[in-house]
């Protein structure tokens, strides 16, 4: 593997290549490689395809079913390095309305559905920005010289996701999640707000609440961001949570946890990834977080801990010229995905990627809770 290959690669791995860049970035080589609906969904193409690293059974439930159906995205919780321009950012481009903003953190709401925590002060290790960087740098000599863009720090880290359940009873819950051999740490706030925190599979933090559809965001959030709009507000609506990225050492694992604790129903085991939904509150690609040779054996870093690497959120109106210019006119990157080599206009998955302030790939696409399953992702 060339070592220009291998940082292509690296970059995509971390969410900081969508895609479309990718295949552009690799060229003829990538269809050499497989096939680009293969590449785009996974790993499990061309000279991988029906090898052990590619196994598509899916993994034993680690215990039995709880019953519980989640509910709510009650909310996404970022560390950021500077927590105002990226809730600035949000407010005015996703138009993600404020709830408060104390100096150190921001609460938005997700149009009428969700909600994001936005926490300041975090960045990235010096080595890993560094790898980034130059990275980014070789991908971008490859662009003509009117395609370049400045690299932006990726300091930018999804530390916790929040889900509502139901039937909720908190002592219930809680003698559920330690007969399944977890460590529930309460988090109870207000007079109706409970919740429990336990680590999945790949130590990520899940936190499980008491919400619901009609008991969140009930009143208006009159907030304010603490620095100037960036850009002049769009007239998007945030409709559906597309998808999470999510990345971990076993996927398999991961897939079979979510879908025994919180009723997640799996896709189909591509063999590297598995596309869940998540009731009727969005989806999440559960992938796995490095490369493999065919026999199975790791050729790439296999995370310590699961991260999440981008987010898609779909918004109306979607008119793909229209958000596209949406995004330049604000002097943001607009990088066309549609899963496959079909142009956007003629695409039934249509979104592009842009970079947010502190360096997160934001994905906006046309995917609503009724079109959750269309085209490729």
């Given at each position: 593997?060339s070592?220009?290959?291998?940082?292509?690669?690296?970059?995509?791995d971390?969410?900081?290549?969508?895609?479309?860049?990718?295949?552009?970035?690799?060229?003829?080589?990538?269809?050499?490689?497989?096939?680009?609906?293969?590449?785009?969904?996974?790993?499990c193409?061309?000279?991988?395809?029906?090898?052990?690293?590619?196994?598509?059974?899916?993994?034993?439930?680690?215990?039995e079913?709880?019953?519980?159906?989640?509910?709510?995205?009650?909310?996404l919780?970022?560390?950021?390095?500077?927590?105002?321009?990226?809730?600035a950012?949000?407010?005015?481009?996703?138009?993600?309305?404020?709830r408060?903003?104390?100096?150190?953190?921001a609460?938005?709401?997700?149009?009428?559905?969700?909600?994001?925590?936005?926490?300041?002060?975090?960045?990235?290790?010096?080595?890993?920005?560094?790898?980034?960087?130059?990275?980014?740098?070789?991908?971008?000599?490859?662009?003509?010289?009117?395609k370049?863009?400045?690299?932006?720090?990726?300091?930018?880290?999804?530390?916790?996701?929040?889900?509502g359940?139901?039937?909720?009873?908190?002592?219930?819950?809680?003698?559920?999640?330690?007969a399944?051999?977890?460590d529930?740490?309460?988090?109870?706030?207000?007079?109706?707000?409970?919740?429990f925190?336990?680590?999945?599979?790949?130590?990520?933090?899940?936190?499980?609440?008491?919400?619901n559809?009609?008991?969140?965001?009930?009143?208006?959030?009159?907030?304010?961001?603490?620095?100037?709009?960036?850009?002049?507000?769009?007239?998007?609506?945030?409709?559906?949570?597309?998808?999470?990225?999510?990345?971990?050492?076993?996927y398999?694992k991961?897939?079979?946890?979510?879908q025994?604790?919180?009723?997640?129903?799996?896709?189909?085991?591509?063999?590297?990834?598995n596309?869940?939904?998540?009731?009727?509150?969005?989806?999440?690609?559960?992938?796995?977080?490095?490369?493999?040779?065919?026999a199975?054996?790791?050729?790439?870093p296999?995370?310590?801990?699961?991260?999440?690497?981008h987010?898609?959120?779909?918004?109306?109106?979607?008119?793909?010229?229209?958000?596209?210019?949406?995004?330049?006119?604000?002097?943001?990157?607009?990088?066309?995905?549609?899963g496959?080599?079909?142009?956007?206009?003629?695409?039934?998955?249509?979104?592009?990627?842009?970079?947010?302030?502190?360096?997160f790939n934001?994905?906006i696409?046309?995917?609503?809770?009724?079109?959750?399953?269309?085209?490729?992702?």
């Amino acid at each position: 593997m060339s070592d220009e290959f291998s940082r292509l690669l690296d970059m995509f791995d971390r969410g900081r290549l969508s895609r479309r860049q990718l295949l552009k970035g690799l060229g003829v080589a990538a269809v050499a490689l497989s096939p680009a609906s293969a590449l785009a969904q996974g790993q499990c193409g061309g000279k991988l395809a029906g090898t052990p690293a590619c196994n598509q059974e899916p993994a034993k439930l680690p215990f039995e079913p709880t019953g519980w159906k989640t509910v709510l995205l009650d909310h996404l919780s970022f560390r950021v390095e500077n927590h105002e321009k990226e809730a600035a950012f949000y407010n005015a481009l996703m138009n993600w309305p404020v709830r408060s903003d104390n100096g150190q953190e921001a609460v938005l709401d997700i149009g009428d559905w969700g909600g994001l925590v936005i926490r300041g002060g975090y960045r990235a290790p010096a080595a890993a920005l560094a790898a980034e960087k130059k990275a980014f740098e070789h991908y971008q000599e490859r662009l003509p010289a009117a395609k370049r863009h400045p690299f932006v720090p990726r300091n930018v880290l999804v530390d916790n996701f929040c889900w509502g359940i139901e039937p909720w009873d908190a002592k219930k819950v809680e003698a559920a999640l330690r007969a399944r051999g977890l460590d529930p740490v309460p988090d109870n706030r207000g007079h109706d707000f409970e919740s429990f925190h336990v680590k999945d599979p790949g130590g990520f933090d899940l936190q499980i609440s008491n919400g619901n559809r009609h008991d969140r965001r009930t009143t208006p959030a009159h907030g304010k961001t603490s620095v100037p709009d960036p850009f002049a507000h769009t007239d998007w609506k945030s409709i559906w949570l597309d998808h999470i990225s999510y990345q971990c050492s076993d996927y398999k694992k991961t897939v079979a946890f979510y879908q025994a604790l919180l009723g997640w129903k799996p896709g189909t085991d591509e063999g590297s990834l598995n596309m869940c939904e998540i009731g009727d509150v969005g989806g999440i690609i559960i992938r796995r977080g490095y490369r493999v040779d065919p026999a199975g054996k790791p050729i790439s870093p296999v995370p310590a801990k699961a991260f999440i690497d981008h987010i898609s959120f779909g918004i109306t109106p979607f008119n793909p010229d229209e958000v596209r210019e949406a995004l330049v006119k604000r002097g943001l990157e607009a990088f066309a995905d549609t899963g496959s080599k079909v142009d956007i206009h003629v695409a039934p998955y249509k979104s592009y990627h842009t970079t947010t302030p502190n360096g997160f790939n934001l994905q906006i696409s046309n995917a609503t809770e009724a079109t959750r399953n269309i085209g490729l992702k």
